[in-house]
């Protein structure tokens, strides 16, 4: 069964660093999303992306966050400079529809910064 | 926020149907209600959806009353492996992306 995979599963940075967390969606889906959680919280939506542009973002996703798409499988999240709240665990997911249909989570990628 | 209401916490046993209620009380005619489920702190999986129609599918079934303004989700056969959080969401399935708001859910315990 096609799944979502994330790379890396752990990453601990120091405040301050760069982070990359990177996904590869299903080979197939148009649309792609990041969202995280925070431990203990809800899951959160930070963004969407399509047609190698952004449609949607939250408020969480400011100018420190960037989504990018580099080649025709990858899919990364930019932390350009982690804050202690960045800690969290961090879903891509993706899916084939923009409107309807399920989304496809991957397994997640947690970011502790110390 | 959320726009939808669930019990923080159900119990059920081992082979027993697992019935999860949720309120959308303000639903829209044009927003459909889906169930995703949260394992242990994996990534959400999607469980199914509907509109108004009662749905079924290999993991469970989707009874939305006719009024719209609840829903429950049936696990017919309740495993160990369904202990989960369990997240009623509403969404308009006529916009462009899927920016799920996932509330507290329910959590699910299924014991032998």
């Known amino acids: 069964e096609p799944e979502v995979t994330q790379t890396p599963s752990h990453q601990v940075t120091q405040m301050g660093q760069e982070v990359i967390l990177r996904c590869v969606p299903i080979?197939?889906?148009?649309?792609f999303y990041w969202y995280r959680q925070i431990l203990g919280q809800k899951v959160e939506f930070l963004v969407s992306?399509?047609?190698?542009?952004?449609?949607?973002k939250s408020e969480i996703f400011d100018d420190q966050f960037s989504v990018e798409r580099p080649d025709g499988s990858n899919f990364t999240l930019k932390i350009r400079s982690t804050k202690l709240e960045d800690s969290a665990m961090y879903f891509c997911?993706?899916?084939?529809?923009?409107?309807?249909?399920?989304?496809?989570f991957g397994e997640g990628s947690r970011l502790t910064v110390l | 926020d959320a726009k939808t209401t669930q019990p923080p916490s159900m119990d059920c046993a081992e082979g027993r149907a697992a019935n999860l209620p949720c309120n959308h009380s303000?639903?829209?005619?044009?927003?459909?209600v889906y169930w995703y489920r949260q394992i242990h702190s994996q990534g959400p999986q999607y469980i199914i959806h509907?509109?108004?129609n009662n749905e079924t599918n290999e993991m469970a079934s989707l009874i939305i009353t006719e009024d719209r303004k609840s829903s429950t989700l049936i696990l017919p056969h309740a495993t160990l492996r369904d202990t989960a959080v369990y997240y009623c969401?509403?969404?308009?399935?006529?916009?462009?992306?899927?920016?799920?708001?996932f509330g507290t859910g329910t959590r699910l315990l299924v014991s032998p």
């Open positions: 997911a993706s899916s084939y529809t923009g409107g309807g249909g399920e989304l496809f």
């Open positions: 080979s197939n889906h148009l649309y």
């Open positions: 992306f399509y047609n190698n542009e952004i449609s949607e």
């Open positions: 303000t639903i829209s005619g044009n927003e459909y």
């Open positions: 509907g509109l108004k």
């Open positions: 969401i509403v969404r308009p399935l006529n916009t462009g992306f899927q920016k799920l708001v």
